[in-house]
């Protein structure tokens, strides 16, 4: 069957069955990517113990280059591997990296993410472009078929934001990261057993120049498929030295508009028509247009993650509700909407009233802003630091609807503006621009950051409480780290207890309660404060009351009978001395407890928090309706650039 012909055998709600198949593969390895995006930064804070502006970094980096992929994932399709086959390879790779995650160490991770960015490469790109060509030229159903296509990423996001979120917060991150490897391998079986719905779309087949020998005796599929293990120590290597990524994405994007450009002069001079390189140029466009969309949007991720975390009332009817699982309403919004916005796409169009897409770009930037400018009413409405549920949703809510103007629309666009020979390229490209924006989005998030975890913004040069925990025990959750806190006597004999324990900050908060500090003198004192600070990166604001006792609990066990055996370079008295910190700090002195010293720093530490975000969020949100109102003026001209593409 042609490509003129493809979409005559309707099945899927008035669309080609291929769709149906693709539709529930694509859901699947959704599954598995939100499911990895929707617990990674919370994992690198709470486990790995990064502070905020490392996680966010790392988060960026390795979202740019899972968009970035695709670039050489469709470009491989085109010419060598056919459009199944690109597919197929890269759902292993997914599959694979996911599970390498479940050792939960920074290098298994690292090399995990490479898994997922190269197999992200050849999946993601590939099974897009096949449903664009399961339509015929002008098919007035593309809109409506990549609509529903949407939607199944929808579905799977929501899945992922929900049972993977809750999964991976209950019962730990590497139960989450095991359910989203099995999510893939479904998404391969059905994408498998599905093969013959979409087999007559042009260019699934692996072509002729595929089965050509390349390296030796090795084909050009079997070759390339060989190199693509090698790429993942090179993703390893970039997300770790993300900062060069700045600089790779920068003439990434000059190269690729440049191949762009050119392929639509060479289009027009083969064809004789003078619409292709115009068209290359209003797709640069609207790539950059859809960097700054996504750069913002992908806040979800990172630093409204965090925020919900700390500053979003998340408790309903007396349960609260995971911070990973606030994503979920991103993709709830679309499957709520998405039907309804598809359905309008084609009653707009039936009376000549359907937006052009210049518009609806600039319609869905406008809501992204409105969505952040809502955080300020939230700061408003705020209690005890805390913002009210409801004012994320809607920001969410609004953030969603802006996303229905854009992103479906414009992986239809694509398929529309690029030459039939181009078309795995061209959607190569309009991932680049998810890339670069996800990165930035890493480093917009940086002016979020508050220093919590144990990243680069923390002193490691002390042997503290953060220390311990970090080295010692490598937390998982809170539960972990309170059982864990008895472990330390277990700590092998050649290890110093001098390493473990800085008694200089206990002895500078005992200091301040006996010499009768006043609450407001004992949170200025910086040693104090640095200390207190510290002390909440490890443990929730509900588990505070318990640290004296936890902590001096140790100090009774047997292990402080051996401090004088040579091994453990404590004195005796140096062990009473601590002791007597901890509990003067225990006792109930002028009214300053350590409890109640935490209990105001953590309140003091949340208002800074809210504050920082609620000053970020409205100036993106200002930035966003500005450039919403610009593109609105210029849609017209880029317009005339579409040759009618609609």
């Known amino acids: 069957m042609s490509a003129t012909n493809t979409s005559d055998d309707q099945a899927f709600l008035g669309q080609p069955k291929g769709l149906m198949t693709l539709f529930f593969s694509e859901m699947w390895e959704r599954f598995c990517y939100y499911g990895m995006r929707t617990l990674l930064t919370l994992?690198?804070?709470?486990?790995?113990?990064?502070?905020?502006?490392?996680?966010?970094?790392?988060?960026?980096?390795?979202c740019g280059l899972v968009y970035a992929a695709p670039i050489l994932g469709g470009r491989m399709a085109d010419n060598f591997l056919g459009y199944r086959y690109a597919v197929i390879l890269g759902a292993v790779l997914m599959a694979i990296g996911e599970f390498l995650i479940l050792g939960e160490?920074?290098?298994?991770?690292?090399?995990g993410m490479g898994a997922i960015i190269i197999g992200n490469g050849y999946f993601k790109a590939n099974i897009s472009t096949i449903v664009g060509k399961l339509y015929k030229d002008n098919d007035p159903g593309r809109d409506s078929g990549f609509t529903i296509f949407y939607i199944g990423i929808n579905i799977g996001a929501l899945l992922a934001t929900t049972v993977v979120a809750y999964i991976g917060e209950t019962y730990g991150f590497r139960y989450g990261f095991g359910l989203a490897g099995i999510g893939m391998l479904l998404g391969l079986v059905i994408f498998w057993a599905g093969r013959k719905n979409y087999a007559t779309a042009p260019g699934v087949d692996i072509p002729e120049s595929g089965k050509k020998k390349m390296l030796g005796p090795l084909s050009a599929v079997q070759t390339i498929t060989l190199s693509s293990l090698l790429l993942i120590p090179l993703c390893y290597a970039l997300i770790i030295n993300n900062f060069l990524l700045n600089y790779i994405f920068l003439a990434l994007f000059i190269l690729i508009a440049y191949i762009l450009v050119n392929s639509g002069i060479k289009e027009d001079k083969k064809t004789g028509e003078s619409i292709w390189k115009d068209r290359m140029i209003a797709l640069v466009i609207f790539m950059i247009i859809n960097?700054?969309?996504?750069?913002?949007?992908?806040?979800?991720?990172?630093?409204?993650?965090?925020?919900?975390?700390?500053?979003?009332?998340?408790?309903?009817?007396?349960?609260e509700m995971p911070a990973s699982m606030t994503q979920f309403f991103n993709p709830f919004f679309i499957i709520l909407f998405g039907s309804l916005f598809s359905v309008m796409w084609v009653k707009l169009s039936k009376i000549g009233k359907n937006p052009n897409i210049p518009m609806k770009f600039a319609f869905g930037i406008l809501q992204l802003g409105l969505g952040f400018l809502l955080t300020y009413v939230g700061f408003q409405l705020s209690t005890d630091n805390l913002v009210p549920l409801f004012v994320l949703i809607l920001l969410y809510m609004l953030h969603t609807t802006g996303e229905l103007f854009l992103s479906p629309i414009g992986l239809?666009?694509?398929?529309?503006?690029?030459?039939?020979?181009?078309?795995?390229t061209a959607m190569g490209a309009w991932f680049l621009s998810f890339a670069i924006a996800n990165l930035l989005g890493g480093q917009i998030a940086t002016l979020t950051g508050d220093g919590h975890g144990g990243g680069k913004e923390n002193d490691k040069s002390?042997?503290?409480?953060?220390?311990?925990?970090?080295?010692?025990?490598?937390?998982?959750?809170?539960?972990?780290?309170?059982?864990?806190?008895?472990?330390?006597?277990?700590?092998?004999?050649?290890?110093?207890?001098q390493k473990w324990f800085d008694i200089r900050d206990w002895v500078e908060m005992r200091e301040g309660v006996s010499n009768n500090l006043t609450l407001a003198e004992f949170q200025n004192n910086r040693s104090i404060k640095d200390t207190l600070e510290r002390a909440d990166q490890w443990l929730s604001v509900d588990k505070w009351k318990d640290l004296d006792a936890r902590y001096?609990?140790?100090?009774?066990?047997?292990?402080?009978?051996?401090?004088?055996?040579?091994?453990?370079?404590?004195?005796?008295?140096?062990?009473?001395y601590y002791k007597g910190t901890i509990k003067e700090l225990s006792e109930d002195k002028n009214g300053v407890t350590l409890s109640a010293a935490i209990d105001e720093m953590v309140s003091i530490k949340q208002k800074s928090a809210l504050q920082?975000?609620?000053?970020?969020?409205?100036?993106i949100g200002a930035v966003l309706v500005f450039i919403s109102l610009l593109i609105a003026l210029v849609s017209r001209p880029i317009k005339k650039?579409?040759?009618g593409v609609e």
């Open 641 to 643: 650039l579409m040759h």
């Open 291 to 319: 960097i700054v969309f996504w750069a913002c949007f992908e806040q979800a991720g990172t630093s409204l993650t965090l925020f919900a975390d700390r500053n979003i009332d998340r408790v309903i009817f007396g349960w």
């Open 462 to 497: 002390k042997f503290s409480l953060e220390t311990t925990v970090k080295e010692g025990f490598q937390l998982n959750d809170n539960e972990a780290g309170f059982e864990s806190w008895m472990s330390l006597k277990d700590l092998p004999k050649n290890i110093s207890y």
């Open 43 to 62: 994992f690198l804070v709470k486990s790995l113990m990064m502070g905020d502006s490392e996680a966010s970094l790392i988060y960026g980096a390795y």
């Open 612 to 619: 920082k975000y609620i000053d970020v969020f409205t100036k």
């Open 105 to 111: 160490t920074k290098e298994l991770l690292y090399i």
């Open 412 to 424: 239809s666009m694509v398929t529309k503006l690029s030459p039939k020979n181009m078309a795995g």
């Open 552 to 576: 001096s609990s140790f100090l009774n066990e047997d292990s402080i009978a051996s401090s004088n055996d040579g091994e453990t370079g404590i004195s005796q008295e140096d062990w009473s």
